[in-house]
């Protein structure tokens, strides 16, 4: 059902009222603003309720064909031997890497250098968790189900 709410106003009587250029010219301006201040740094420091830890490997009910392979980790200790340990099979998996737990997009930067090809991303570690029933890392996701 269509609601009809009176006449039907032209909009340049509006446009009469308001310097159109001026706005076009001040948004855009203020868009060019924010683009040059803009800086991944806005996203940090990363947090999750999730923590460094160990982790019961779990197989999916069911083979998942659509889950690319990906991992998740934090800025701590374990994070990284447990990724120095794992590195020739992500590489071999094309995991990508998702970091929950950073200070600084600085230390996700150096993250890529060091192991380089895989492909480092930061993320919100509780809706991954909450998705997997998952409050440890780190662990890897593949078809077959998660793993640490």
Request: hydrophobic share 40%; proline share 5%.
């Amino acid at each position: 059902m269509i609601a009809v709410i009176g006449e039907t106003i032209p909009t340049e009587s509006y446009y009469e009222l308001i310097d159109v250029e001026q706005a076009r010219q001040s948004f855009s301006l203020n868009l060019n603003n924010y683009r040059e201040n803009f800086t991944e740094e806005a996203f940090f420091p990363l947090s999750t309720s999730m923590s460094p830890g160990q982790l019961d490997s779990r197989e999916f009910r069911e083979k998942q064909p659509r889950v690319t392979p990906f991992v998740v980790i934090g800025q701590d200790e374990l994070s990284e031997k447990w990724l120095t340990y794992r590195y020739d099979e992500l590489v071999k998996m094309k995991a990508v890497v998702f970091v929950v737990e950073a200070s600084s997009f600085e230390f996700i930067r150096g993250l890529s250098s060091r192991f380089s090809p895989l492909k480092f991303a930061p993320a919100k570690g509780d809706a991954i968790g909450e998705a997997l029933n998952v409050q440890t890392y780190p662990f890897m996701v593949n078809q077959n189900g998660v793993w640490q």
